[in-house]
């Protein structure tokens, strides 16, 4: 227990870190934001439709412009993240901008002790799962909190990807779980690798398989499980962009899957 502290303590130090660099960055863009940008990508667009009217829950949310551009096409949306950083930022935001959302402070897996609801969907996206400790509890919050008929959708990272070194060149990472993290040292980060900034990071890492069974023995039935040879962010050094909005790995193009995208149902 103390180590599970120290990971969580340092990672939420990270992120509130992270957020005052990614608020100022290109790859958040927050200034198109603010003049009306819809900051999710084509992949969940197209996949997650018909949420005006809908309650939403966005687990790990960080400053919001995700939860917040879908409170712009009509959901109803709860965010969580632990960073304080963040969740001050996205409170900030949602007043400035006069969108309406609620924006929770927790640790994941203390949720249950500040929120009783359900919700008609739960949403989660890009570069999560590596601060995910255990899939088995993660998938279990996400079934307590859909209503029945209620959906989970993610778009994700790849765990292939996360099996790469820095430079895109070599496999350097595992691609099974193991339940002591990987700890290493954060130097900028991915939205600015060149800030001066650096600090402790603790991730875990899952494959497609554990994410999948996880789900499905928390009592969710999986609709599909697609994977995609591109991302739609350009968040890695070593990508480069093979066609408008597309980026695939420098030394190979479209040889590996880079996101995944998972639809599920509470039964």
Known sequence: MDDMKKYIETNRSLWDGWTEINKN????????????????????????TGVSGKTML?????????TMSWARMG???????????AISLA?????????????IETELYNLPKVLDEKFDIVFTSYGVKAWVRDTGKWAELIARYLKPGG??????FHPIL???????????????????PIKYVAEG??????????????????????????????????????EFPYSPTNCCSFFTEHSPGKYVIKNYPNLVPLVFSIRATRK
Do not use: Q
């Open 189 to 226: 980060n991915y939205a600015d690798p060149d800030h001066d900034f650096k600090h402790d990071a603790y991730e875990w890492f899952h494959s497609l398989g554990e994410i999948v069974t996880a789900l499905i023995s928390s009592g969710l039935g999986i609709d599909y499980l697609h």
């Open 25 to 48: 960055s290109d790859l958040y863009d927050l200034e198109s934001f603010k003049a009306g940008k819809n900051r999710l990508k084509s992949i969940e667009l197209e996949e997650l």
């Open 151 to 156: 959906i989970f959708y993610m778009v994700e």
């Open 58 to 66: 966005h687990l790990m949310c960080h400053f919001g412009m995700d």
């Open 75 to 85: 959901a109803k949306v709860t965010g969580i993240d632990f960073s304080p950083e």
């Open 91 to 103: 409170r900030s935001l949602s007043e400035e901008l006069n969108i309406p959302a609620r924006f």
């Open 162 to 180: 996360g099996m790469f070194d820095d430079d895109g060149e070599k496999l350097e990472y595992p691609y099974f779980y193991s339940p002591e």
